[in-house]
């Protein structure tokens, strides 16, 4: 890893940018936002995910946006992203910089006032989702994520890497939640779920490509 020279903080919007990078990397055109735990969990697969998924990323040229953390699985994406020459931007509120262990190392780094302004910056860098095993504050995301697009706020990609079955009671709660009809038509939840690291990023691309043919939210749930 390249030594950094602390360069001059920022404020943004009352969020503080702090320009680690002596010569900052090109930021992508697009980046993808990557929810995931601050642990690693109990099952190795989900750390081996998050790097092969962190170097996908830098090799298919889309930045990183996440929360900001070296622990866990948010480290794990993090530090192999720019392991492979990728483009990291780090987003933490002020009260995790320390909890968290708040990584340094990264190309753009932003410490917010609150979860909702590092919420919203998030969203605002990213031009779609990934949800890896995680917490609750990870399914919270995802959630918002997945009722913004529902009400119409959004039309970002969301992909759901559901490895080692993580995310399958989740999914069988949506089906549940269809077929007790409170989701219905006009209210889809869109959503595309992967059950391997490596195909995430196609899954992303596919989505990113204009045009694309719309999947149906039966399709996906009539999985689980």
Same mark, same amino acid.
């Given at each position: 890893?390249?030594?950094?020279?602390?360069?001059?903080?920022?404020?943004?919007?009352?969020?503080?940018?702090?320009?680690?990078?002596?010569?900052?990397?090109?930021?992508?055109?697009?980046?993808?936002?990557?929810?995931?735990?601050?642990?690693?969990?109990?099952?190795?697969?989900?750390?081996?995910?998050?790097?092969?998924?962190?170097?996908?990323?830098?090799?298919? #040229?889309?930045?990183?946006?996440?929360?900001?953390?070296?622990?866990?699985?948010?480290?794990?994406?993090?530090?192999?992203?720019?392991?492979?020459?990728?483009?990291?931007?780090?987003?933490?509120?002020?009260?995790?910089?320390?909890?968290?262990?708040?990584?340094?190392?990264?190309? #753009?780094?932003?410490?917010?006032?609150?979860?909702?302004?590092?919420?919203?910056?998030?969203? #605002?860098?990213?031009?779609?989702?990934?949800?890896?095993?995680?917490?609750?504050?990870?399914?919270?995301?995802?959630?918002?994520?997945?009722?913004?697009?529902?009400?119409?706020?959004?039309?970002?990609?969301?992909?759901?890497?559901?490895?080692?079955?993580?995310?399958?009671?989740?999914?069988?709660?949506?089906?549940?939640?269809?077929?007790?009809?409170?989701?219905?038509?006009?209210?889809?939840?869109?959503?595309?779920?992967? #059950?391997?690291?490596?195909?995430?990023?196609?899954?992303?691309?596919?989505?990113?490509?204009?045009?694309?043919?719309?999947?149906?939210?039966?399709?996906?749930?009539?999985?689980?």
């Amino acid at each position: 890893m390249k030594k950094h020279k602390s360069r001059p903080a920022k404020a943004t919007n009352g969020a503080l940018t702090l320009n680690e990078t002596a010569q900052p990397a090109r930021r992508p055109h697009q980046s993808v936002c990557v929810y995931c735990g601050s642990g690693h969990g109990a099952n190795p697969a989900y750390a081996e995910s998050a790097r092969v998924l962190g170097r996908a990323l830098a090799n298919a #040229d889309l930045g990183l946006v996440y929360g900001g953390g070296s622990l866990g699985l948010m480290g794990e994406v993090a530090r192999a992203t720019l392991e492979a020459g990728g483009h990291v931007t780090g987003i933490i509120p002020a009260f995790l910089t320390e909890r968290e262990h708040m990584l340094k190392d990264v190309n #753009d780094l932003i410490v917010t006032r609150d979860m909702h302004e590092r919420k919203r910056l998030m969203f #605002d860098n990213a031009s779609a989702f990934v949800a890896l095993p995680g917490g609750i504050g990870t399914l919270e995301e995802l959630v918002e994520q997945l009722t913004w697009s529902q009400l119409g706020r959004h039309a970002k990609p969301i992909v759901v890497a559901n490895i080692a079955g993580f995310w399958s009671p989740f999914l069988n709660l949506l089906s549940h939640m269809r077929s007790e009809t409170f989701i219905r038509p006009g209210l889809e939840v869109g959503f595309t779920v992967v #059950d391997d690291a490596t195909e995430i990023v196609p899954a992303i691309m596919a989505a990113l490509t204009p045009d694309r043919p719309t999947a149906n939210d039966d399709a996906v749930l009539a999985k689980f």
